[in-house]
DNA sequence: GTCTATAAACAGATAGAC
DNA sequence: GTCTATCTGTTTATAGAC
């Protein structure tokens, strides 16, 4: 991706992109006026329709956005670990628990630490509950590639089928507690008496997270 | 609640709710017209300003409803299993393990297998994020009384201290999965191959998420 | 490419008959 | 209480000057 320049018509594009984002996902679509839009990126209301067709564009040049960028981010946390040594099978266990640590990690870390973190998720939860042909893109491009990829570690970090229904499912169950703190931060931080995920909130979660995790990795297996 | 009469200004009442709880909760406040509420409603457009003041009276309406019915299902969980035994450490750490595992149950199948299970969630995620005064009456009045019972409880269970944050986070993180079913739903099911929630699903889903939090609750503890 | 001005449709709220 | 008809404001999209 080539910088954007400070002027002219990407940088209009970009300013228009960042600001329906963020409008998109705190007040949804409908309810965000073009006006407003154009307003908070400091570009004429009819550079809209110009430079995205309608207004409807603009939110499928976001969820574009949103799915390049994400595949970035996730590519680069597994691409770290991902690859397991060869060897006995404690030791690609342990690999593996490694590994699934460290994505955890990242995740953790970009989804409440970082200024995008609290955005995409917002929009994307936006798009999914309105079932919107932009969710479809986010899914295949992002989510099921990822999940796919934990669903395969947890598999080698406890010995069971990587696409069982029951893996699939502890997976969900994994990253549900991540996805949720971001999702519901506003109920979390008023219990918590933050007022906003700072790096040292971020990481305070990211552990009691890897706690949680840790312990269903470490689980004795039972019939229950 | 006395039982609502198939007809007259109750009726009317109540299915202007219960239109407007669907509609608002998977289009979006703004996204849904007076209109086609009262259309799915079958009442007249005028009759939401004759009930509700407003299209924002029947937002309030609707998240007073939502408070009123979330804590009539919640006490009812709790009230099983609340009281602890008295007696030795031992027997009350596991009366209060089984008391959570019968909240998580119960919350598991309202959340999944009733209808207003999908309902609920959906509006007050809308409220929450569009930082709406009708949220802030959901956190108090249903919201922190839950989590401040099972921060309790997992203190009971675990020997920590209830009010501590990691233990508000733990508790946190233990809900994180079922609310995350149900708020990631669409992307669950398209994941797992399933058409919809039913019995067998929410059961299935209950078992991975009570596996989870008895392996976190069984958790030797170390200073990670 | 960016702007102003405007067109055409739609929103929520209300007045008044019944 | 419920209806029809209408008022008033706002929306998106577009036409055309620059």
Redesign the interface.
């Given at each position: 991706m080539p910088d954007e320049p400070v002027t002219g018509p990407e940088a209009t594009r970009q300013s228009l992109i960042e600001s329906g984002l963020r409008l998109f996902?705190?007040?949804?679509?409908?309810?965000t006026s073009t006006r407003e839009i154009a307003g908070e990126a400091k570009a004429n209301v009819a550079s809209i329709a110009y430079h995205f067709g309608s207004k409807d564009g603009l939110r499928k040049a976001i969820a574009d956005t949103i799915a390049a960028t994400m595949r970035g981010v996730i590519d680069g946390a597994f691409a770290e670990r991902f690859v397991l040594p060869e060897g006995d099978a404690p030791t690609r266990r342990e690999a593996a628990k490694a590994a699934i640590a460290t994505v955890i990690d990242r995740m953790a870390r970009f989804l409440l630490a970082s200024p995008m973190g609290a955005l995409f998720p917002?929009f994307i939860?936006?798009e999914?509950?309105?079932?919107s042909a932009a969710?479809d893109a986010l899914?295949g491009g992002v989510?099921?590639p990822v999940?796919k990829k934990l669903c395969a570690l947890f598999a080698e970090a406890t010995g069971v089928e990587a696409e069982s229904?029951?893996t699939?499912?502890?997976v969900?169950?994994?990253?549900?507690?991540?996805?949720?703190?971001r999702?519901?931060a506003?109920?979390?931080q008023?219990?918590?008496g933050w007022t906003g995920y700072g790096p040292a909130e971020a990481r305070?979660?990211s552990?009691?997270?890897?706690?949680?995790v840790?312990?269903?990795l470490?689980?004795k297996d039972k019939t229950?």
């Open positions: 996902g705190s007040k949804g679509f409908s309810a917002r939860l936006r999914m509950t309105e079932q969710f899914y989510f099921e999940h229904e029951e699939r499912l502890t969900f169950a994994l990253i549900g507690p991540l996805l949720y703190f999702i519901g506003p109920a979390v008023r219990r918590m305070k979660i552990t009691t997270v890897s706690r949680l840790a312990a269903r470490d689980q229950s």
